[in-house]
């Protein structure tokens, strides 16, 4: 009963954020007042540095958000230099997902970079000049990702069309930057 009302007051929540960011307010407005809802939030994710993999639903297809889900989803974003976890952003797992799902559906997402602690962060910053020093990466609003099976100039053109927020694309170390921030790309 605990876990129905907290899906619930998360629905509540995240129902009117969810339609004005992801789906846009009209659409998903419509869509539940037609009774279909919105496809279910699943995601097949591989951390390419922890070697773990987690298949999850965590959002069904009323909105609800399943917050164990949410914590596995946390967990497998996590720094894997610290094993620190935070919160990630709903925008920017709702991109991944739409992301994921304008390129087929149920692909299995390589997880090059989630979650970063700043003490993470900074150690990169001194070996790289392409990390910023206040990486969205460091408030769980970015993912560094590849798909195996599809190519990477692919994945960066269909997440620069859904225009829903920052790609980077860095193919000569084999990933695409999404990000949860205002939509650029470089």
């Known amino acids: 009963m605990k876990d129905k009302m907290l899906c619930r007051r998360m629905f509540l929540k995240s129902s009117a954020f969810f339609?004005?960011?992801v789906l846009g307010a009209r659409s998903a407005l419509a869509k539940f007042m037609e009774g279909g809802g919105a496809p279910e939030g699943k995601l097949s994710l591989y951390?390419?540095?922890?070697?773990?993999?987690l298949t999850v639903t965590y959002r069904n297809s009323?909105?609800?958000?399943?917050?164990d889900a949410l914590q596995a989803l946390n967990w497998i974003f996590r720094c894997h230099h610290t094993n620190e976890t935070t919160a990630m952003d709903l925008?920017?797992?709702?991109y991944l997902n739409r992301l994921d799902n304008s390129l087929g559906g149920g692909n299995e997402i390589h997880i090059i970079s989630g979650y970063r602690s700043p003490e993470y962060n900074?150690?990169?910053r001194s070996t790289s000049k392409g990390?910023?020093?206040d990486?969205?990466?460091m408030k769980g609003m970015a993912?560094?990702?590849a798909i195996p099976t599809i190519r990477l100039d692919t994945i960066r053109r269909t997440a620069m069309a859904l225009a829903a927020g920052g790609v980077g694309y860095y193919p000569q170390s084999g990933f695409v930057h999404i990000d949860s921030g205002f939509f650029r790309t470089w």
């Open 47 to 53: 951390n390419v540095n922890c070697r773990e993999r």
């Open 143 to 145: 993912i560094d990702l």
């Open 122 to 124: 900074a150690r990169l």
């Open 91 to 94: 925008r920017v797992l709702e």
């Open 19 to 21: 339609a004005a960011t």
């Open 131 to 133: 990390v910023a020093k």
């Open 62 to 67: 009323l909105g609800e958000y399943c917050d």
């Open 135 to 137: 990486s969205l990466h």
